[in-house]
């Protein structure tokens, strides 16, 4: 049993529970949906992001807040700044504030992502001659 830290030392900030629809399991494209954390007034913005092709994945970008990324399916190479990170199915990868960032789909099959903004809103600079 987990006792990490005194739960009376803690008060409900008055927020309510939430609910959205972060992706449609039967949509097509590599992009399948994102939550910002404003329409659940949390500070984490969440996407889903997938594709079946080795070699493809986002262009090389970066953000204002940190990122997580959890590889639900599949394998996949990051890019985080002078740094490559070969992850598969049930890693996470940690992209730090700042820091331009890519990846792609290594094979065979369905690469599977679930993105974690660290911020409200998603904000990103797409860096071109990637």
Request: negative net charge.
């Amino acid at each position: 049993m987990r006792k990490d830290f005194d739960p009376a030392t803690v008060s409900p900030d008055g927020r309510s529970a939430a609910k959205a629809r972060l992706f449609d399991p039967a949509a097509d494209g590599p992009w399948r949906g994102d939550v910002e954390g404003a329409t659940l007034n949390t500070s984490c913005t969440l996407l889903a992001y997938g594709n079946d092709i080795p070699g493809a994945g986002p262009q090389l970008h970066v953000h204002p807040y940190d990122e997580i990324f959890i590889i639900v399916a599949g394998n996949a190479r990051f890019f985080v700044g002078d740094a490559t990170i070969d992850a598969t199915a049930g890693e996470i990868v940690f992209g730090p504030a700042g820091v331009p960032h890519r990846f792609e789909n290594l094979g065979p099959g369905r690469l599977q992502t679930i993105d974690v903004h660290q911020g409200p809103l998603w904000l990103q600079n797409d860096i071109a001659g990637d």
